[in-house]
């Protein structure tokens, strides 16, 4: 009987062991998946953000407060101008509207009757209803510094929008000019002949000091086995909404070339497998268009052997060799 008690004891003792054991390795896996679903959702989060992209500088410009305006929609009105900075990247016009059903369409050209270089139609509702500067944030284009360039605005129908200007100022854009068309001439009349020191009030936009990605964020499984291909998402976001490439380093001598262009705030995937039993560093830069690079980013992860040896019953038996004796004695072997 006592030898009975003892082995009720001893096979005890053995369960509970094995109990904590399958535990505590339970409880890992659940927080490294809790840790991916936290990550999965911040991820997500962030790439449907409305962010606000900084990095603009105000490149020329006539903001003195406007004293004249004119309707556009008979007329197409126009402002030149000669860029110091590249790329064009948006620009402000001041004046208001007394309708909010015709768009604005704005656009910069080369020639005042020219094709269109880029070119944004902007809905009335969108347009302020009292004097006031509003964006006209059309796509970027590359300019010449120094050559001379038109703003062109126009509306269909009969027009309710008013661009305001200003003349007689000794304080006058010198290295442009303001013009009219009327509707169905080709004629192009310069309005500084007209007014005294006459331009329309304007600001072209280009890029600052360029400022670099931010620092990547990776998304992914940090544990594993050798030769199983893992999938990880990868993020950044650029102060100034610039296109982004990725560089990636696996951390077992495999690095990637730089990707593709991707949107800033983009989650993009990238697949990769590890053939040794190891611990790696997965690092990953961003670039934007300008080649201005952020810092590595990292993500430790760990690769094992994929056998079955590696499931946890078998490895607290392995860690714990006199459990054989306890068997041999419980079961008589």
């Known amino acids: 009987m006592i030898n009975l008690y003892k082995k009720i004891l001893i096979y005890t003792i053995f369960i509970f062991f094995i109990s904590i054991s399958i535990i505590s390795n339970m409880g890992v896996a659940v927080e490294n998946k809790g840790s991916d679903i936290l990550a999965r959702q911040i ?88 004097l006031a500067w509003f964006e006209c944030d059309f796509p970027d284009i590359e300019v010449e510094l120094e050559k001379t360039y038109y703003i062109v ?25 303001a013009y009219s068309r009327q509707e169905g001439t080709q004629s192009w009349i310069n309005l500084s002949e007209i007014f005294l020191n006459f331009d329309f009030c304007f600001k072209t936009y280009s890029y600052g ?32 909404g ?17 990707s593709d262009s991707y949107n800033s705030g983009e989650v993009i995937y990238f697949n990769h497998s590890w053939g040794e039993k190891d611990a790696y560093t997965i690092k990953v830069k961003s670039k934007d268009i300008f080649g201005d690079k952020s810092d590595w980013a990292t993500l430790e992860v760990s690769m094992s052997r994929n056998k079955v040896i590696n499931m946890p019953l078998l490895r607290f038996l392995e860690s714990n060799s006199c459990i054989f004796s306890i068997l041999r004695y419980i079961f008589g072997l």
């Open 43 to 130: 991820f997500a989060e962030k790439n449907t953000h409305d962010f606000s992209y900084f990095g603009y500088e105000i490149d020329q410009f006539q903001t003195n407060e406007g004293n004249v305006g004119f309707d556009v929609g008979y007329f197409y009105l126009a402002q030149s101008f000669k860029p110091s900075m590249t790329p064009l990247v948006k620009i402000d016009l001041f004046g208001y509207t007394t309708s909010n059903h015709d768009p604005l369409e704005v656009s910069i050209r080369e020639y005042a009757g020219g094709d269109d270089l880029t070119f944004i139609s902007i809905p009335g509702t969108e347009i302020p209803s009292h």
């Open 153 to 177: 605005i126009r509306q269909i129908d009969d027009g309710k929008y008013n661009w305001q200007g200003t003349q007689g100022n000794e304080q006058y854009y010198d290295r442009g000019f």
């Open 209 to 240: 000091d360029n400022l670099p990605p931010n620092t990547p964020m990776i998304n992914g499984s940090i544990s594993g086995k050798a030769g199983t291909i893992y999938g990880y998402e990868i993020y950044t976001i650029d102060p100034e």
């Open 242 to 258: 610039n296109d982004v490439y990725y560089l990636i380093d696996w951390g077992d001598g495999t690095t990637s070339e730089w």
